[in-house]
Antibody
Framework: EVQLVESGGGLVQPGRSLRLSCAASGFTFDDYAMHWVRQAPGKGLEWVSGISWNSGSIGYADSVKGRFTISRDNAKNSLYLQMNSLRAEDTALYYC???????WGQGTLVTVSS | DIQMTQSPSSLSASVGDRVTITCRASQGIRNDLGWYQQKPGKAPKRLIY???SLQSGVPSRFSGSGSGTEFTLTISSLQPEDFATYYCLQHNSYPQTFGQGTKVEIK
């Protein structure tokens, strides 16, 4: 059974940093690209960032480019999202996912507020 | 960047109705598109992949069509469990982009 378990969310002040983690199991993690998708309260889905299986190809949404960094550790079956210079508009539920394979975690909530 | 324009943003329909949702890409994306259903408090669930292929386990009343820039999700006979929000996602190139979503409500 595929499992993606996010952690690292919480309440953080504007301008501060947070690092999200995602632990994967139940599939061959290093065969696949992985992504972060977020959903602000009451809003739609927003693709945030993606990374290829070998970290050779990485992409970001314009809204987070230059502030967020995606990475992965295939030896640990883990995906990460380093979020710097956080803003109120980054408040959302963050999903670790491979949408093309229909793999989704349950999400970790990030709240940016003073 | 590729923009995905999804319409309508919401619709009201009755059980048994035929429902059509459209996504338009700002440039060609071949068939690199999926359709997702999301219910409140739940992660999205894929219904259609490669624009027109039905995900295993998804009822056959769901279908997808299109290629290039115009894509459609059709529910042939709306059922009570289909009231949800639907999204398209293009995965042709980075940044990947979701449509704005279509909320299907009970009339």
């Amino acid at each position: 059974e595929v499992q993606l378990v996010e952690s690292g969310g919480g309440l953080v002040q504007p301008g501060r940093s947070l690092r999200l983690s995602c632990a994967a199991s139940g599939f061959t993690f290093d065969d696949y690209a992985m992504h972060w998708v977020r959903q602000a309260p009451g809003k739609g889905l927003e693709w945030v960032s993606g990374i290829s299986w070998n970290s050779g190809s990485i992409g970001y949404a314009d809204s987070v480019k230059g502030r967020f960094t995606i990475s992965r550790d295939n030896a640990k079956n883990s995906l990460y999202l380093q979020m710097n210079s956080l803003r109120a508009e980054d408040t959302a539920l963050y999903y670790c996912a491979n949408p093309v394979r229909d793999y989704w975690g349950q999400g970790t909530l990030v709240t940016v507020s003073s | 960047d590729i923009q995905m324009t999804q319409s309508p943003s919401s619709l009201s329909a009755s059980v048994g109705d035929r429902v059509t949702i459209t996504c338009r890409a700002s440039q060609g994306i071949r068939n690199d598109l999926g359709w997702y259903q999301q219910k409140p408090g739940k992660a999205p669930k894929r219904l259609i992949y490669a624009a027109s292929s039905l995900q295993s386990g998804v009822p056959s009343r769901f279908s997808g069509s299109g290629s290039g820039t115009e894509f459609t999700l059709t529910i042939s006979s709306l059922q009570p469990e289909d009231f949800a929000t639907y999204y398209c996602l293009q995965h042709n190139s980075y940044p990947q982009t979701f449509g704005q979503g279509t909320k299907v409500e009970i009339k």
